[in-house]
């Protein structure tokens, strides 16, 4: 047993040997093969880079908003994967900063409650803020309360958060996220407290700044908060702001108390909501509760589509560079015609021939994955080091890669492989 597992593995090293000296004498034709599988492992492990990435800086942002966080919208992602029409999203009632009031008075379990405006879906408040001659992009701008950093866990880079009193009477203060604090600040080396800036046509004085939170795209951190009061000062009340989706986007974000479950505060919320719009036992909920979970289960079936669309996708120029190692790989038995019958004329059997042309057929696509891997990694870092978008690269990205390039070398090589180990020595012989 041990003697033939030598042999074998005698046999399977000397016909690597001769298949990497077969391929190393033509290398124009083994480079043009192999193109199509470099180009489509590169497709594959450089989207699979990217989308990793996005999938787990996005649910690093989504962890960070709490376990137990619940979020109460108008409609958002959860709304459109569970099928409900646009139109009768469109339908919905606008919520208020008086929801979160009643939540905060109504629900016994709930600790925190803070209402967003301008922040949210579908239309978020857009716009630049000015510090002397520089400018930011369009920034999101967010009437908050006072409970804000704490009920979105948010850590503090420098200053403080409002105050009660700020809030109340309407004070022009700003606490600022961390890319417009990086735009404004950050490079001249300015230290921004007390600082004015313009927040569209008024002024604002900043208080404090939000430290740079996990990040799914390069606007996670391009905002502006300012006390709800002061919001509705510049951008009027959410309540007769009007527009194609029916007012401004509002938020409410409500954190229950730690001795309390989060499927009693989901409860009690929704039971505030229900009696405040009116529903009566058989009508749906008119507005969405989002958890950590919900968010998670949306998007995880979302970049499980695109992963494996593109992969199929990506597939595609397997497919054609696996047709051309076919037929290289059938020119190749035509050249070589006279070789194999002298190798079974001097006594090599079929098996020896068929895995002689199917080695050949395996490495050559094995070093287009290779090849395919160390580009496409290349193109992942590329981004990042460009853009700062997040990569990421797990092992099982290189083994899905290995593994497809060799699949297409044995499945394209196989039918190349066996008319060479039926060739008939005589016949091979004569072949001019």
Do not use: C
Not at 226 to 249: C, L, V
Request: proline residues 5%; without cysteine.
């Amino acid at each position: 047993m041990i003697r033939r597992l030598r042999t074998r593995l005698s046999l399977f090293r000397e016909t690597a040997a001769m298949a990497l000296d077969t391929l190393w004498a033509n290398k124009l034709r083994s480079v043009l093969t192999v193109l199509g599988v470099v180009i489509g492992i590169t497709s594959i492990v450089g989207m699979t880079a990217l989308i990793r990435g996005f999938d787990e800086s996005l649910k690093d942002s989504i962890r960070s908003l709490g376990p137990k966080t619940i979020f109460v919208q108008r409609f958002g992602a959860v709304s459109f994967s569970s099928g409900t029409s646009f139109l009768e999203l469109m339908r919905r009632p606008s919520l208020n900063a008086d929801d979160g009031e009643a939540i905060r008075r109504l629900a016994p379990s709930v600790a925190l409650v803070d209402t967003w405006l301008g922040g949210g879906p579908p239309q978020p408040t857009m716009e630049r803020v000015f510090y002397g001659s520089d400018r930011t992009p369009p920034n999101v701008i967010m009437g908050v309360s006072e409970r804000f950093v704490d009920v979105r866990f948010a850590k503090m880079l420098a200053g403080r958060s409002f105050t009660e009193q700020e809030v109340d009477r309407r004070r022009n203060a700003a606490v600022l996220g961390y890319g417009p604090y990086e735009a404004l600040f950050l490079k001249s080396g300015i230290d921004p407290i007390g600082k004015q800036i313009r927040v569209g046509a008024v002024r604002y004085t900043i208080v404090g700044v939000i430290d740079k939170q996990p990040s799914f795209g390069p606007s996670q951190d391009d905002f502006v908060i300012i006390p709800f009061t002061a919001w509705r000062k510049q951008f009027g009340s959410e309540r007769a702001r009007s527009g194609p989706f029916g007012g401004a986007p509002v938020m409410i974000a409500v954190v229950p108390h730690e001795w309390a479950s989060r499927e009693d505060a989901l409860r009690e919320v929704e039971a505030v909501m229900r009696i405040r719009h009116g529903l009566t036992l058989d009508k749906p909920n008119d507005f969405d509760l989002v958890t950590q979970d919900a968010i998670l289960k949306v998007w995880e079936q979302i970049s499980q589509a695109v992963l494996l669309s593109l992969v199929v996708i990506s597939s595609i120029a397997l497919m054609v560079g696996g047709i051309g190692v076919m037929a290289i790989m059938t020119i190749s038995v035509t050249e070589r015609t006279r070789e194999i019958g002298v190798r079974k004329a001097i006594g090599a059997r079929r098996t020896e021939i068929l895995f002689q042309f199917l080695i050949e057929a395996v490495v050559l696509t094995s070093i287009g994955g290779v090849l395919g891997i160390l580009f496409g990694s290349g193109i992942g870092f590329a981004v990042n080091l460009i853009s700062g978008f997040p990569i990421s690269l797990p092992w099982w990205s290189f083994a899905l890669g290995l593994g497809f390039s060799a699949g297409v070398g044995i499945f394209f090589g196989m039918l190349p492989a066996w008319r060479a180990s039926r060739l008939d020595p005589i016949e091979a012989l004569r072949y001019e």
